[in-house]
């Protein structure tokens, strides 16, 4: 039961101190990560499908950036950051015959 308490003690001290080391800075750094994917008519499989349930996971790509915040008072804070995403669809990796006779695609990549 003491080794119980003891271990707990710690826990909350340590929890304690990293809350207090964190409100000490005002200016923080981070990195942001998810995936893009393209749901329309270009590409896809070959049942149409409603919503996500088309949607092609070899397909999916990765959307990445940094942030960059700034408190200005306990309850005020900035915050920017810029993410890069790429987004495409191609013709020739669908099933349906018709899609790839007309041979479509595209790739985007976004900067925001």
């Known amino acids: 039961m003491k080794m119980k308490k003891l271990v707990l003690f710690i826990a909350i001290i340590l ?3 990293s809350v207090c080391i964190a409100q000490r800075y ?3 750094f981070g ?3 998810g995936v893009t994917n393209y749901l329309g008519d ?5 049942l149409s499908r409603n919503f996500v349930y088309n949607m092609e996971l070899k397909d999916t790509r990765w959307a990445t950036g940094p942030t960059v915040s700034y408190r ?5 804070g900035l ?5 890069y995403a790429r987004l495409r669809g191609e013709d020739n990796e669908s099933e349906k015959r018709t899609r790839k006779g007309r041979n479509l695609n595209f790739r ?3 900067l925001n």
């Open 108 to 110: 985007n990549d976004f």
């Open 79 to 83: 915050q920017g950051g810029i993410l």
């Open 42 to 46: 270009i590409g896809g499989g070959d």
């Open 72 to 76: 200005l008072h306990p309850i005020l």
């Open 31 to 33: 990195w942001r990560a």
């Open 15 to 17: 929890g304690l101190r």
């Open 26 to 28: 005002n200016l923080g």
